[in-house]
């Protein structure tokens, strides 16, 4: 798409900056906190009735914490991550302590916890400022982004479309540019998805890379927080803010030698990628969505890497995937109280159901089974520096669809289903990043996946961004392209 064809923006300049160069400005002292609160907020006010992304907004909160900014700067300033005063928002499955969090269902919808998760309190003492919760499917169950409390979360692209889940919200304050960095999460895609339907960066890091899994289960690493951004660079800054361990969370881990920005500086157009458009016939894709991915891997071709269509055999990854997924949901949602339980949506509940059933012998396959699947992609990926394949396989359908009855012909029998690229790099505990590879006809957004190596974030950085520079998507925010009535179910 053309610079003409792109939408308009008309929000505050400062919002259209990168993240990193808005820091700069921070560290410089020629822009303040406070000046980039009044812009964030102006914007959300403007944008939000068309798009709901951020339901939950907390200015006294930001701009009291303003008041922290120099004592944190003492202990967290040399960081590569310190963000000097930056907004940011934070999905609404992390406690943020005094902020309305809901979990997305109805059974929290005045839940105002007194603690931040591990992962908030590191990225505010790093100089993040929490203006407000993104929305989010109930517990984060879900490919479109709706719930009982705050309605449909809308595509700014198409605001009659989803925004892709579980992280929705946090993609569409990035593509609208209600902030400069959004927190999300990911299980299936729950990162990636939403990145690839509103154009934005949604990276799953190595697990612990950016905190540990959730409370109930802190030595599960199937469930992983990671950055969003609107570009590769930005997304480098962010995770240097979330990296770090934390004794709370056991699975985390200490930062790198080199930042992961200070990686992505270094990186170039000799990238070794291995192309997949179906993941060797794991799932059905659209014929306009291949056309798009291969115009990518053409474009990074020319722009000297090598590209080759190529994809190990994953042995019973399907399988192998939707047990440890059950075995989460058994080990988190299972335990809350019926009182909480009797909220869920339909969905939900069979994600829990599946989990409560799953015989002893299935869950010993699944764990020796992801570990035949890991070794199948170490080595495999000793001849490429990551794999490249789809996001998902179709644009974004309407807001009130949960899910696609069928891509490119085939039915899908439910949510998990259409969903099947986001399998691969969570069973096998690798870092993928979802990024803008081009467009539909429509006009929509679509997003290729890259795969990398075992504790490989910062190299999968630095071939994104080389695919980054030879695909040449712009990385500016929109306002929203509104074609539904607004006040609508959401």
């Given at each position: 798409?053309?610079?003409?064809?792109?939408?308009?923006?008309?929000?505050?300049?400062?919002?259209?900056?990168?993240?990193?160069?808005?820091?700069?400005?921070?560290?410089?002292?020629?822009?303040?906190?406070?000046?980039?609160?009044?812009?964030?907020?102006?914007?959300?006010?403007?944008?939000?009735?068309?798009?709901?992304?951020?339901?939950?907004?907390?200015?006294?909160?930001?701009?009291?914490?303003?008041?922290?900014?120099?004592?944190?700067?003492?202990?967290?300033?040399?960081?590569?991550?310190?963000?000097?005063?930056?907004?940011?928002?934070?999905?609404?499955?992390?406690?943020?302590?005094?902020?309305?969090?809901?979990?997305?269902?109805?059974?929290?919808?005045?839940?105002?916890?007194?603690?931040?998760?591990?992962?908030?309190?590191?990225?505010?003492?790093?100089?993040?400022?929490?203006?407000?919760?993104?929305?989010?499917?109930?517990?984060?169950?879900?490919?479109?982004?709706?719930?009982?409390?705050?309605?449909?979360?809308?595509?700014?692209?198409?605001?009659?479309?989803?925004?892709?889940?579980?992280?929705?919200?946090?993609?569409?304050?990035?593509?609208?540019?209600?902030?400069?960095?959004?927190?999300?999460?990911?299980?299936?895609?729950?990162?990636?998805?939403?990145?690839?339907?509103?154009?934005?960066?949604?990276?799953?890091?190595?697990?612990?890379?950016?905190?540990?899994?959730?409370?109930?289960?802190?030595?599960?690493?199937?469930?992983?927080?990671?950055?969003?951004?609107?570009?590769?660079?930005?997304?480098?800054?962010f995770l240097d803010a979330m990296t770090g361990f934390d004794p709370r969370q056991p699975l985390s881990l200490e930062p790198p030698i080199i930042s992961f920005q200070e990686a992505v500086s270094q990186a170039n157009g000799k990238v070794r990628i291995a192309f997949s458009e179906d993941q060797g016939g794991f799932a059905p894709v659209e014929k306009e969505?291949?056309?798009?991915?291969?115009?990518?891997?053409?474009?990074?071709?020319?722009?000297?890497?090598?590209?080759?269509?190529?994809?190990?055999?994953?042995?019973?990854?399907?399988?192998?995937?939707?047990?440890?997924?059950?075995?989460?949901?058994?080990?988190?949602?299972?335990?809350?109280?019926?009182?909480?339980?009797?909220?869920?949506?339909?969905?939900?509940?069979?994600?829990?159901?599946?989990?409560?059933?799953?015989?002893?012998?299935?869950?010993?396959?699944?764990?020796?089974?992801?570990?035949?699947?890991?070794?199948?992609?170490?080595?495999?990926?000793?001849?490429?520096?990551?794999?490249?394949?789809?996001?998902?396989?179709?644009?974004?359908?309407?807001?009130?669809?949960?899910?696609?009855?069928?891509?490119?012909?085939?039915?899908?029998?439910?949510?998990?289903?259409?969903?099947?690229?986001?399998?691969?790099?969570?069973?096998?505990?690798?870092?993928?990043?979802?990024?803008?590879?081009?467009?539909?006809?429509?006009?929509?957004?679509?997003?290729?996946?890259?795969?990398?190596?075992?504790?490989?974030?910062?190299?999968?950085?630095?071939?994104?961004?080389?695919?980054?520079?030879?695909?040449?998507?712009?990385?500016?925010?929109?306002?929203?392209?509104?074609?539904?009535?607004?006040?609508?179910?959401?």
């Amino acid at each position: 798409m053309s610079n003409k064809l792109l939408p308009t923006y008309s929000g505050p300049d400062i919002c259209k900056k990168p993240a990193r160069d808005v820091v700069a400005l921070l560290k410089k002292g020629e822009v303040k906190p406070s000046e980039l609160l009044d812009a964030a907020f102006e914007r959300i006010k403007a944008v939000e009735p068309a798009v709901n992304a951020t339901p939950t907004i907390c200015e006294e909160r930001a701009r009291n914490a303003l008041k922290n900014l120099d004592k944190d700067k003492l202990k967290n300033g040399n960081n590569p991550g310190w963000l000097a005063g930056l907004p940011i928002a934070i999905k609404d499955l992390n406690p943020v302590a005094g902020v309305r969090t809901t979990y997305a269902t109805i059974a929290f919808k005045d839940h105002f916890p007194k603690v931040s998760a591990p992962l908030v309190e590191r990225l505010e003492n790093r100089g993040g400022v929490t203006v407000g919760k993104t929305n989010s499917p109930e517990m984060g169950a879900g490919g479109n982004t709706f719930n009982d409390v705050f309605g449909y979360t809308r595509n700014p692209w198409d605001t009659r479309k989803n925004a892709g889940g579980s992280s929705g919200g946090a993609a569409v304050s990035l593509a609208t540019g209600e902030v400069w960095l959004s927190h999300g999460s990911d299980l299936a895609g729950s990162l990636r998805t939403p990145a690839g339907y509103c154009g934005v960066v949604g990276m799953r890091p190595t697990p612990g890379r950016a905190g540990g899994g959730s409370t109930e289960a802190a030595f599960l690493n199937e469930a992983t927080s990671g950055p969003m951004a609107r570009d590769i660079e930005d997304t480098a800054l962010f995770l240097d803010a979330m990296t770090g361990f934390d004794p709370r969370q056991p699975l985390s881990l200490e930062p790198p030698i080199i930042s992961f920005q200070e990686a992505v500086s270094q990186a170039n157009g000799k990238v070794r990628i291995a192309f997949s458009e179906d993941q060797g016939g794991f799932a059905p894709v659209e014929k306009e969505i291949r056309e798009v991915l291969r115009g990518a891997m053409e474009k990074v071709s020319r722009a000297g890497g090598d590209v080759e269509e190529d994809c190990p055999e994953l042995p019973d990854l399907y399988k192998t995937y939707v047990d440890l997924r059950g075995v989460l949901y058994g080990t988190t949602c299972d335990t809350d109280p019926p009182e909480v339980q009797k909220h869920f949506k339909r969905t939900l509940r069979e994600n829990i159901e599946y989990g409560r059933n799953l015989t002893a012998a299935e869950i010993y396959e699944a764990f020796r089974n992801r570990t035949v699947l890991y070794h199948i992609m170490r080595t495999f990926l000793e001849g490429y520096d990551v794999l490249a394949i789809p996001v998902v396989g179709l644009e974004p359908g309407m807001v009130e669809e949960e899910y696609p009855g069928s891509v490119d012909g085939e039915p899908i029998d439910n949510y998990i289903d259409w969903l099947k690229f986001s399998f691969l790099a969570t069973t096998t505990a690798l870092p993928a990043i979802a990024m803008p590879a081009g467009f539909t006809a429509s006009g929509m957004p679509v997003g290729i996946q890259l795969i990398g190596g075992p504790h490989g974030d910062a190299k999968l950085l630095q071939v994104a961004r080389a695919v980054e520079e030879a695909v040449g998507f712009l990385n500016q925010p929109i306002d929203p392209i509104i074609r539904h009535e607004i006040g609508s179910s959401g």
